[in-house]
């Protein structure tokens, strides 16, 4: 499904645990992180999209997360040149996505991420809030980052100022795009994730 624009509507899902730190998984075959997300099917409203995601990439059901917010309206990305294929019928030249804020409410445990014959992903971990800014590919960067700044007041009141502080602006980033938050150490989760600092 694209629109007259040539943008995919998606659902993107920023998946957060109690300590305020966010899942970012890495794509089967590949060395790209990410946060999970997919593409909308023509009878979906951009929820149920959600909660099929979720469950195709995660594992997880309804009963394992509380949506706590979502983005309004769309939030768009292109995609490089390179990807963009101009053949198909119909020319797909980007996602107009919108983001989820979920919290954890069940185990880490009941992460799957064999939940389909093709998983998306191979291995996650738990990283801090601001982590994804930069470390995501670069064309997703400003996606990511309109996304992460109209969630992070709900994020910050339900884990607190210290888990998801104010961003504060990087002077040596020429593009006054890099956020900086003080790592800390995650607990292995069981799942496939391992202890890691987002540093």
């Known amino acids: ?23 970012w998984a890495r794509r089967v075959h590949r060395d790209g992180w990410q946060f999970p997300q ?15 995601e979720l469950q195709e990439e995660t594992g997880l059901l309804p ?25 198909d019928r119909l020319v797909c030249i980007g996602q107009k996505q919108v983001w989820f804020l979920l919290q954890l ?4 445990s009941d992460v799957r991420l064999d939940a389909t014959d093709k998983p998306e992903f191979d291995h ?9 800014l930069e470390h995501v590919v670069t064309f997703k960067r400003g996606v990511y980052s309109r996304a992460l700044q109209h969630l992070a007041p709900t994020a910050r009141h339900i884990a607190g100022p210290g888990a998801v502080p104010q961003p504060v602006l990087d002077m040596h980033d020429s593009r006054n795009r890099t956020y900086r938050q003080r790592p800390r150490v995650s607990v292995g989760n069981g799942a496939g994730g391992q202890a890691d600092a987002a540093s």
Request: aromatic letters at 14%.
């Open 1 to 23: 499904m694209i629109d007259p624009d040539g943008y995919r509507p998606n659902v993107g899902i920023v998946l957060m645990n109690t300590d305020g730190r966010v899942f």
């Open 63 to 87: 009963e394992h997360v509380e949506v706590l917010a979502a983005t309004p309206g769309w939030l768009r990305y292109r995609l490089p040149q390179r990807a963009v294929r101009r053949r």
């Open 38 to 52: 997919g593409g909308m099917n023509t009878d979906e409203t951009p929820v149920e999209a959600m909660y099929r």
């Open 124 to 132: 996650w971990r738990w990283v801090d809030f601001w982590y994804p």
């Open 105 to 108: 409410k069940g185990a880490e």
